[in-house]
């Protein structure tokens, strides 16, 4: 259990340091801490990143939190959460020092110019592997020591339609119609899930 | 002490109160920080915001800690960091051991399969916003395109992409500087 818990602060202080542009960028992190120790699945990861969604703090906290509750326990919530913000604070008391001299660094603006699109690539590749995962019955899979992904089909049919369909109907909603699309996203989880009961789209 | 007490207690609040990250934190944070405690004028919260953004790790936790920090020191940055996550280490632990036990039911199973369709639709917009404010020329686009293929086809660290795109972006801008 001890090496677990080692392991979790070591992961979450990584995540911490290199997840750059608030909590959806700690998602590919996740995506990769679940590959590599198997423990959670990506559709664990889903239900936890909608239950961080759904609930009060930021959403990197309380998936921070949530992994570490399913890992170990309280112990794993408060360690995985505490190596995550430890970095920020180690980086932000440095920062408040030269606070003028940060903003005005050439360097760093620079560094952000790559940094910018990378984080957005980076949370694009873990959309797609959840697009897949959801909606279609292709699978991303790691092989192990080798460095290129495989893809796999399970049994079932190509597309989730009915699944297909309630994202088409909620991408409309989320972004394109006026009344709804300023909506808190609860409002969309709730519809959702409501919608997964009535259809019974987990198919059990 | 009593003043660390009070960052860690209004932090925990604004935690407490907070739907949905950072972003929907800014006019509680403004209320709170700057108007009834005055910890900190607007345009202080503006720039803690702004670096709290392009710095890494969680945007409300960056600017938690400097607030923090420039109220008390190293000691009021660690004390509002705590209070802003303590809210939701007590929710979701609670939440998570309760989920668990319900996870066998059929209509718990049910509500969290249509969830994960509307997950997938609030990661993409939250791509689609993020892609507006980094992809801002071709080689920015580039440079998204490479780590969107890299993410999908290779078995790599994301930690790998962020020292690449760092370096890629100081050479890109230097180069740029030489040529004019």
Known sequence: ???TYLRLCWEFFKTGLFAIGGGMATLPFLTNIGETTGWYTQTELMNMLAVSESTPGPIG???ATYVGFTVGGVPGAILATLSEVAPSIIIILIIAVMLKKFRDSKYVN???YGLRPASTGLIGAACVSVILEVLTCIRVASAD????NSFEMT???LLNLRGLILAAVLLVLTNWVKPTKNLHPIVFIGLSAVVGVVFGFAGV | MKKLLELFWTFAKMGAMTFGGGYAMLPILQREVVENKHWATEEELTDYFAIGQCTPGIIAVNTAT???QKYMGVAGGIAATLGVVFPSLVIISILAGLITNFAHLTWVQNAFAGIQVCVCVLIFNAVRKLWKKSVVDKRTCVI?????????FLDLSPVWYVIAAAVAGIVLKNLEVKAV
């Open chain 1, 1 to 3: 259990m001890m090496a």
């Open chain 1, 61 to 63: 906290i309380n998936m």
């Open chain 1, 110 to 112: 620079n560094a952000f």
């Open chain 1, 145 to 148: 020591g080798s460095l290129l």
């Open chain 1, 155 to 157: 049994g079932g049919s």
């Open chain 2, 66 to 68: 400097f607030i923090g």
């Open chain 2, 144 to 152: 998204f395109l490479l780590v969107l293929a890299g993410g999908i």
